[in-house]
């Protein structure tokens, strides 16, 4: 599957789920995610865990130190360009942690987790990164 994590790799991830059987953008967020158009744009995916970890940070206003550096609930929120929207729950990642479970983070804490692909959380397709 779609296990990287790495920046880079979401749409590699999505184009894997997508194509796992079964999975159409009614219940996948990957499939909903690359289905996405906005702006005559059609190469949308879901981030890896890496990508939304960075996703947290711009939004929380916090400076890259490194792709390593985890996003926490300090800083100012972001109010540029694409910022807002963001609400202070978790968002879907594409990066799978074995057959069941998939990476998410949580844009109010910072926090990564995992949880079953059955749950319901938000999706923020995003176009290249990086």
Known sequence: GATAQGIGSGMANT?????????????????????????SKTDWHLPSKDELNQMC????????????TICNNTGTPNSGTGASGFSSVF??????????YARLQGFD????????????YFVRPVRAFG
């Open 91 to 100: 968002y879907w990642g594409s990066s799978e942690n074995g057959a069941d």
């Open 57 to 68: 940070k711009w939004q929380r206003g916090q400076a890259w130190v490194s792709d390593a």
């Open 109 to 120: 804490s910072g926090s990564q987790y995992s949880d079953r692909k059955t749950s319901t």
């Open 15 to 39: 184009i894997a789920i997508k194509n796992q059987t079964g999975n159409v953008a009614a219940t996948s967020a990957a499939v909903y995610a690359f289905d996405y158009e906005n702006n």
